[in-house]
């Protein structure tokens, strides 16, 4: 299951990819009030990200938070690594988070270990390849396909 930290992420990050072309920051209360996220945590959250590189922020009137990256850019499998860790179901199988299984003797002999491996590398090859663009596109088509 994914953190609240990181769904809260994924969901502000992708606001300001809504918004990305029109080179208008976002305040945080818009976001907060848009994406139901309370402020406090946003707040935490948005300074987080920009010191990941994510998002930077500009002071005043008219400021608020911007992405600092183009959004096609940004791999939902980055802002998982970013905000809330592995991406692997077991810390044996993670590839940035490794720790061994204290319960488990011979690693290479487990055979829920070669599953949850399968799972992360399916789960990597497609959080790998789906950008915040891609979280937009899908909205816009749910949207459509409800209106049916």
């Known amino acids: 299951m994914l953190p609240k930290k990181t769904k809260y992420a994924i ?3 992708t606001a300001l ?7 208008k920051p976002l305040r945080i209360s818009q976001i907060s009030e848009t994406e139901k996220i309370p402020r406090k945590f946003l707040e935490a959250i948005l300074l987080e990200l920009r ?4 998002v930077a922020s500009k002071m ?19 802002i998982i690594r970013a905000t809330g860790g592995p991406i692997a179901l077991l810390p044996c199988v993670s590839l940035n988070f490794y720790e061994t299984c204290e319960e488990c003797p011979h690693e290479e002999l487990c055979s829920l270990r070669e599953v949850v491996l399968e799972v992360r590398e399916a789960s990597l090859k497609i959080l790998s390849k789906t950008s ?9 088509k ?3 396909n409800a209106k049916k």
Not at 17 to 23: I, N
Not at 51 to 54: L, N, S
Not at 60 to 78: A, F, N, Q, R, W
């Open 17 to 23: 990819a809504k918004v990305y072309y029109d080179k």
């Open 11 to 13: 969901k502000a990050l």
């Open 51 to 54: 010191h990941q590189g994510f």
């Open 142 to 144: 749910l949207i459509r």
């Open 132 to 140: 915040l663009t891609d979280l937009i596109l899908r909205e816009k």
């Open 60 to 78: 005043g009137v008219t400021g608020g938070y911007y992405l600092s990256k183009h959004p096609e850019e940004i791999m939902l499998s980055h």
